[in-house]
């Protein structure tokens, strides 16, 4: 694992998070799973499967949650098992986090809870590499005092992801410029789908405008990012979470391939991984 962290902190390696926003039935799981380990060979990528256990910050009561942890952590660890792929999951409480930790390889905590202090101490005393999203309501330079919590665990293996910022009601807003400056603290992680979301856009529901993915993906790997946050699904418009900002898995691996380019050619004229 510490060998794997330090390709990821280095920049040897380009880093691919992707998966359902919410763990569905087994057939869906399997089928993202087998075709992201499809990729990962073609391409000789690091991919990380995501899939949420639970999301507790739905807009509405009504919305679908998840399995539940014990039923998602299954899931999850039939993924790992059968695909050999590595997994990350989010945490809502640090009561969660020992348990999740026995599976996962990345331990995520989600934008609205990057400030809990007790969560992300509990994450970084679980040794696993935390990936913290950066909250919509903060500034990239913040960032560095959710590093500095994590490091007081003695963990040093922090991820940040940029997911855009609120811009008035209903509309998320990336400045680029967050991502060199959030790069200082450590290695930096693009979502490329929750960018382009509409939060709570839609009666009760939030909105998105998926079009928009490979234009904001395109941008984050020209400014240098250490990697890429997919949420993916084979139908997006019947996903149970995040439907209108979810990327069709189809339209993944042509996705990689230009950004790959992209990157290399940001390497070859600067040197900057």
């Given at each position: 694992?510490n060998q794997?962290?330090?390709?990821i ?11 359902p ?5 087994e057939?869906?799981v399997?089928s993202?799973a087998d ?8 391409l000789?990528?690091?991919i990380?499967?995501?899939g949420s ?6 807009t509405?009561?009504k919305s679908?949650r998840?399995?539940g942890?014990d039923r998602?952590?299954?899931l999850?660890?039939?993924?790992k098992?059968k695909y050999?792929?590595k997994?990350t999951t989010?945490v809502h409480l ?7 930790a026995k599976i996962?390889?990345?331990?995520q ?5 990057c400030?809990?202090?007790?969560l992300?101490?509990?994450?970084g005393h679980s ?6 999203k ?10 560095g005092?959710?590093v500095?919590k994590?490091n007081s665990?003695?963990n ?6 940029e997911?855009?910022?609120?811009f008035g009601?209903?509309?998320?807003i990336v400045?680029?410029t967050s991502l ?6 450590a290695?930096?992680?693009?979502d ?8 709570g856009?839609k009666?009760g529901?939030?909105?998105?405008e ?5 234009y904001l993906?395109?941008?984050?790997a ?14 997006p418009e019947k ?11 189809k339209?993944?691996l042509?996705l ?5 380019r992209?990157r290399?050619?940001?390497i070859n004229?600067t040197?900057?991984?």
């Open positions: 694992m794997w962290w330090n390709k902190n280095s920049g040897n390696t380009f880093l691919i998070i992707a998966g926003c919410v763990l569905e039935e057939p869906i399997f993202i075709q992201l380990k499809h990729i990962s060979q073609l000789d990528l690091d990380v499967f995501k256990f639970d999301k507790a910050n739905r509405s009561i679908y998840g399995p942890l998602g952590l299954e999850l660890r039939s993924v098992e050999n792929l997994i989010d640090p009561s969660q986090v020992d348990k999740v996962v390889d990345i331990i905590i989600p934008a609205f809870l400030r809990q202090t007790d992300l101490l509990a994450a040794g696993k590499i935390v990936n913290v950066k909250g919509q309501f903060i500034s990239p330079d913040d960032t005092y959710i500095e994590i665990t003695g040093q293996k922090v991820l940040l992801t997911r855009g910022s609120c009601y209903h509309n998320l400045d680029f060199p400056k959030m790069k200082k603290y290695p930096v992680i693009f490329a789908t929750h960018s382009v979301q509409k939060p856009a009666a529901q939030s909105g998105g998926r079009n928009m993915i490979e993906s395109r941008a984050a020209a400014v240098g990012v250490n990697g890429l946050f997919f949420e993916v699904h084979p139908h996903a149970l979470s995040d439907r209108e900002n979810s990327l069709n898995i339209k993944l042509p990689l391939k230009m950004l790959l992209i290399q050619s940001v004229q040197g900057e991984k």
